[in-house]
């Protein structure tokens, strides 16, 4: 099977869960400098592709059963990417397709959402039975932040939101690549909890023993610091996602993911253990 984005957070996830069905994965990475990461995660062979030109994708996908295809984070050309790959998996006959999509990408205040919501469409049109998982955001992006001590986001600290895990969504991908009765199927991947960044520093605390606690940056500080390498547009996106993280967080059905797990679902707390 071949894992797109495979060097990156969710890539490596999906990589590990099919791995661990002894699934032979080969990781499409943007450059060959990041193998030792794809390899780790246990892919057993890499292709180099570029997915703004397609240029390397018919030959990663030559003897490729199925394919998770996922874009990198707030990427400009998301929908052509995703036609693309759709299009070379078609031509290279491949039986199982998945895409990693968002939870609730017709918001129309997120940019980058829309954009997944188009991409979906796109590779339904290519790929009739193609599946798609629109996961919540992950625990693990804020696993370190939460760890060190301090975690410190441009948005209110009070949304809400329903995190899922990343080895959670990373199962359901598997699932869904190595099982019939997925095709043509949106899975919405939300988690079992609905927590804040205060609530989520707060169970951190307990869970750590140790303080830990929730900042609000405000969006100038982020601007000029984590947010500053960012291109105008990746910057803008983002803002876009911070004020509406503001305004209603980004809370999903909980009861899909237990479902397709068939067990509990992994909380904040469980992926603060050590597994
Ligand atoms: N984080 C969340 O909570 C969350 C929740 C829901 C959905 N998502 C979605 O999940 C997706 C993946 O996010 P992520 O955080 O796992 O991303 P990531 O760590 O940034 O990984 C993206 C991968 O794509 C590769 N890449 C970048 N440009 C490329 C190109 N032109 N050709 C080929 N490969 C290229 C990157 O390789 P290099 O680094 O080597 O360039 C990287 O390995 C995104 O679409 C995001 O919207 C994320």
């Not at 520093?201 to 929730?214: S, T």
Request: charged content about 20%.
């Amino acid at each position: 099977m071949l894992v797109v984005g495979a060097a990156g957070k969710t890539g490596r996830a999906v990589t590990s869960a099919l791995a661990a069905r002894d699934v032979q994965v080969r990781a499409a990475l943007h450059s060959a400098a990041r193998s030792g990461e794809a390899y780790a995660a246990g892919a057993r062979s890499v292709a180099v592709v570029d997915l703004t030109t397609g240029s390397g994708l018919d030959e990663a996908l030559v003897g490729v059963d199925a394919v998770y295809h996922l874009a990198p984070n707030v990427h400009p050309d998301e929908v052509g990417i995703a036609r693309r790959v759709a299009k070379a998996a078609v031509r290279a006959g491949v039986e199982r397709f998945a895409f990693h999509s968002v939870l609730h990408p017709d918001d129309t205040s997120m940019p980058h959402h829309l954009r997944k919501a188009e991409a979906e469409e796109v590779v339904r049109a290519v790929v009739p039975t193609a599946t798609v998982l629109r996961p919540a955001a992950y625990h693990q992006n804020l696993l370190g932040a939460a760890m060190a001590g301090s975690m410190a986001v441009p948005y209110s600290l009070d949304a809400p939101f329903s995190n899922v895990d990343l080895g959670d969504l990373a199962e359901v991908a598997a699932e869904a690549l190595t099982t019939a009765g997925h095709e043509g199927r949106t899975h919405e991947l939300a988690g079992p909890e609905v927590l804040s960044v205060r609530d989520q520093a707060a169970v951190a605390a307990q869970v750590l023993g140790r303080r830990v606690e929730a900042i609000r940056i405000d969006i100038e500080a982020w601007s000029a610091g984590p947010g500053a390498g960012l291109d105008r547009q990746a910057r803008a996106d983002l803002l876009a996602m911070f004020a509406s993280y503001d305004r209603s967080g980004l809370v999903g059905d909980p009861s899909v993911l237990a479902d397709l797990l068939g067990r509990r679902p992994r909380t904040w707390a469980d992926a603060l253990r050590p597994s």
